[in-house]
């Protein structure tokens, strides 16, 4: 079995280029979010601790079943460590063997950031190009990567409460990309003149993070960091003037923005689960002035196209440890062999 460490993920993603990378997996997304009817899928159960959540999230088509352990402690930067972090495994169907092992701190920073660019592509204006994003901590840097390869980027404008992950996110930013950086005194300075907002904070609290008042028609909103029953980031009046798309209703409702709709409220207000639009049974923006939210909370089946796609390029450049996690015996049956 193929085990990837974090350091040959990165290595992996030095070798096939992250752009290039992020290309592969909105393909692999909009491939796999096209066959949505084809999994076999579930909310992810989730466990809540004293500071944070724990959750698994399992996924299966006919040819591959993944799962991801994942999860959030909005406090672990207090004491050097990060908010979210994760593994995964991909195993197939047919004899139920795991073939890998992963790290997924970094595959679902770049899966998040890939589906958020997959919704932004069908929902935001065409001529989008001042993006606005509000909590620039682990998972910043990716969204603007991915939000840049649908939509000509020109000026970012950025906020975080913490002026130490925004000197980060400039200085990685720079790094990398020529685009004008605008560094905000607060989310609505942030918003002002936005065509596109993301919003990716971590608080276990219903959070007014962006206000009703900021947001003009027209604007697309990615709604990254409420994922969690009790932890949201807009004014509840934004949603009643939204044109609203989740990932999956039935895990959305429970941890997304909407969960304070309520279940029937929700099934009446939400326009589209993605893979409707990625389909086409459903247009995405319609108009210049709608407001469009992607309410997202991250779902099975991003990290089921993660991992494939991991998979495949880490088979390709011959990366990761070959490692016996299950036995090798003659004799099926022999299992004390290994033993001995
Ligand atoms: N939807 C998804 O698929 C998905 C995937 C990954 C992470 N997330 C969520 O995204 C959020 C961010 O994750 P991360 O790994 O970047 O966490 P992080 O802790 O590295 O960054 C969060 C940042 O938000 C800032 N912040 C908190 N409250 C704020 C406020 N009111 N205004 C402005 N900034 C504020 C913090 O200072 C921090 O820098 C988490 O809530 C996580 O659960 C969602």
Redesign the pocket.
């Known amino acids: 079995m193929k085990i990837l460490s974090v350091e040959q993920v990165a290595q992996l993603i030095k070798t096939h280029g992250i752009e290039n990378y992020l290309k592969d997996l909105i393909q692999q997304l909009r491939s796999d979010f096209g066959r949505w009817h084809e999994f076999n899928k579930m909310p992810r159960p989730a466990m809540h601790v004293p500071g944070g959540v724990l959750e698994l999230m399992p996924i299966c088509d006919n040819t591959y079943y993944t799962y991801k352990y ?1 999860n ?1 402690h ?1 406090k ?2 207090e004491s050097g460590l ?3 972090v994760a593994t995964g495994q991909l195993s197939r169907i047919d004899t139920g063997y795991p073939i890998m092992i992963s790290e997924m701190t970094v595959l ?2 770049l ?2 950031a890939a ?2 660019a997959l919704a932004t592509d069908l929902l935001s204006r065409k001529e989008s190009h001042v993006l606005a994003i ?7 840097e990716f969204l603007v990567k991915a939000i840049g390869l649908v939509r000509t980027i020109t000026e970012v404008r950025y ?4 002026p130490v ?1 925004m000197d980060k996110f400039e200085k990685n930013i720079k790094a990398s990309s020529s685009v004008i950086l605008v560094r905000c005194a607060s ?1 609505e300075e942030a918003v002002k003149g936005a065509d596109m907002i993301t919003v ?4 276990k609290a219903h ?1 007014d ?1 962006i206000k009703n008042d900021w947001v003009r028609p027209g604007v697309h909103i990615n709604g ?5 029953p009790g ?1 949201t ?1 807009l004014e509840f009046s934004i949603l009643s003037r939204s044109k609203i798309v989740v990932e999956y209703f039935d895990q959305c409702i429970i941890e997304g923005e909407i969960q304070r709709l309520g279940y029937d409220q929700g099934k009446s207000q939400v326009y589209a689960e993605l893979h409707e639009l990625v389909t086409a049974a459903k247009s995405g923006r319609e108009n210049e002035n709608e407001i469009t939210l992607y309410d ?4 099975g089946l ?1 990290d089921y196209s993660a991992l494939r796609l991991t998979y495949e390029l880490a088979e390709r450049y011959h990366v990761g440890q070959e490692l016996n996690l299950t036995p090798v015996v003659v004799d099926s049956k022999n299992l004390i062999s290994v033993l001995t």
């Open positions: 994942v959030c909005p672990n930067p990060m908010t979210v679902t920073a899966r998040t589906t958020t509000v909590g620039t901590g682990a998972q910043s906020f975080d409460i913490d992950a989310a990716c904070t971590a608080c959070v993070v990254i960091g409420g994922d969690c932890k980031e997202s909370v991250g779902v991003e």
